[in-house]
């Protein structure tokens, strides 16, 4: 089943404000953990299938536009949230210009409205006062929203649970894909050098894989189990047609099922990795990837990693040319695409990073690298 997104269209609106919002407060999505109200805490209720998170994002500081919604995979009818434009009264407070509640509740099961509702009201019924704000970027990050009615507000900077295990320091080779009972070999010529499969974990999951194309998603974890949100896919095909059949079939294996459950088991003293899905397909992967294979990967250096500015991206093979450049973050949000091969990484936050390279002949590699 695939999921179905909820996008929201803002209008922008010009206005002149005598303080700017706090550096950090745009940095993303915040995702809600918790409503204190009258000394009360609510915690969110997380339903990896009907309620994965709900989230708010400062989109702009000049205008202070704003919005907050639930995030419903398969649900279209269920849908709470708002938007709106803030005025910052100082740097660690603002109050509301104007603020629009969206309520699609028709489908949505109690106690995800409830939830909602709650937190909308935070916001709503205290608009004309100020709110003050505290952001702890330590750690995972944490933004504390404060009302007139002293209610609270916590945010995570992320929505996602880590592996329990060491699956996310490794490298995976996919070896096999079941489908139907069929083991689906991958294939192994020049366009095709293998099929990597990696969990970034800091502050936070991502979950990428590549044949000629890249597949890149955020997931969350829970005992021998992931989820899979907000995947992108581009429109690379390969050149050869056994290679583009077996990408469809890969990528398929996930799509279809998303966003899961997903189990994971370790074997072989955690050389192998064994993805099931919910129709009983299977990935097999291997932290091991022959000289053969790893040949693509050795002809492309990338240094110094870690880095605290600038990262070289380098061909060290004359017939290997590198194309284009994208850097995406844990969550598989493209920051920037470039042809540059010295790439200026100093405004970002610490943390890791995918970059993705495109060759001469459509050719993909990806490899981590770690901002400091």
């Known amino acids: 089943m695939k999921p179905k997104h909820f996008f929201l269209l803002f209008t922008l609106i010009n206005i002149n404000l005598s303080f700017s919002q706090h550096p950090d407060l745009q940095q993303g999505n915040w995702y809600v953990e918790s409503v204190t109200e009258n000394g009360i805490t609510t915690n969110i209720p997380k339903e990896p299938l009907e309620f994965p998170y709900a989230y708010i994002n400062f989109f702009d500081t000049s205008s202070g536009l704003i919005g907050s919604a639930n995030h419903q995979l398969f649900n279209s009818n269920c849908q709470i949230g708002f938007t709106g ?39 709503n019924n205290y608009a004309a006062d100020d709110f003050s704000y505290i952001i702890n970027i330590d750690g995972d990050g944490v933004l504390t929203i404060t009302n007139s009615n002293n209610d609270i507000m ?22 096999e894909l079941i ?34 194309d890249s597949l890149i998603a955020s ?14 896919i581009g429109l690379i095909e390969c050149s050869l047609f056994e290679n583009n059949n077996y990408q469809n079939l890969y990528f398929n294996f996930f ?23 919910l129709n009983g397909n299977q990935a097999i992967y291997s932290n091991q990837v022959t000289a053969i294979k790893n040949y693509l990967l ?7 990693n870690p880095t605290k500015n600038t990262i070289k991206v380098k061909s060290l093979d004359k017939k290997t040319e590198i194309k284009n450049i994208y850097l995406f ?26 970059i993705k390279i495109k060759t001469n002949n459509n050719k993909i590699i990806l490899k981590k690298i770690i901002k400091e």
């Open 255 to 277: 799509i279809d099922n998303l966003p899961g459950p997903f189990n994971y088991s370790l074997s072989n003293s955690n050389n192998t990795l064994t993805i099931t899905s």
């Open 154 to 175: 916590v945010y995570s900077s992320h929505f996602y649970n880590p592996p329990q295990n060491n699956i996310a320091t490794d490298t995976w080779f996919l070896s």
């Open 179 to 212: 489908i139907d009972n069929n083991n689906n070999l991958p294939p192994n010529n020049d366009e095709l050098s293998n099929i990597p499969l990696n969990f970034i974990n800091q502050n936070g999951s991502g979950f990428t894989t590549n044949i000629c």
């Open 219 to 232: 997931s969350t974890f829970n005992t021998n189990t992931f989820y899979i949100y907000n995947m992108s």
């Open 298 to 304: 050795s002809k492309i250096s990338l240094y110094p």
């Open 329 to 354: 973050n844990i969550i598989g949000d493209m920051i920037f695409q470039t042809q540059t091969e010295t790439i200026d990484i100093s405004s970002l936050e610490n943390g890791i990073y995918l």
């Open 85 to 123: 434009h803030l005025n910052y009264t100082s740097n660690v407070s603002f109050t509301f210009i104007d603020i629009n509640i969206i309520q699609n509740a028709t489908t949505c099961n109690s106690s995800i409205q409830d939830f909602m509702n709650l937190y909308v009201d935070f916001y």
